[in-house]
């Protein structure tokens, strides 16, 4: 959890305690349900080991998403690391998001803690247009 809290610190991230939204991504090369966490876990650990850094409680996190990235040879279903989109990415976060993907790293997140607008709150998300 200090981890965690030396991350976002040394991200720029400060306390808030506005409603925020968090993103939590997690890339697991070969993922294996057996062995790996779950979406839902690894976003309540991240998400409680932010407390006290990026905000009192995680109670202000009032939108969450969160997913398991499968990529590397290994990977399977239809979700590929090329087909996401990254361009929001922010620029000072995207050079260690392609380096991780490029070398395969074993396991690691990509996390985004800001202020809540109600404009987020999307509705039919799956719906193709």
Do not use: C, W
Not at 18 to 30: I, N
Not at 77 to 92: F, I, K, M, Y
């Amino acid at each position: 959890m200090a981890q965690y809290s030396r991350l976002y610190k040394a991200a720029g991230g400060a306390l808030s305690n506005e409603l925020s939204y968090a993103t939590v991504y997690y890339f697991v090369p070969g993922y294996r349900p057996s062995n790996d966490a779950d979406a839902g876990n690894v976003n309540k650990r991240v998400l409680d080991g932010l407390q006290g850094v990026a905000y009192d409680d995680d109670h202000v996190v009032r939108l969450v998403t969160s997913g398991v990235i499968d990529y590397g040879v290994s990977a399977s279903g239809p979700l590929r690391v090329e087909q996401l989109d990254l361009t929001h990415v922010p620029a000072h976060a995207l050079p260690h998001l392609a380096t991780a993907i490029a070398q395969g790293t074993d396991h690691f997140l990509y996390v985004e803690v800001g202020p809540l607008r109600p404009a987020m709150m999307v509705f039919g998300i799956g719906e193709q247009k």
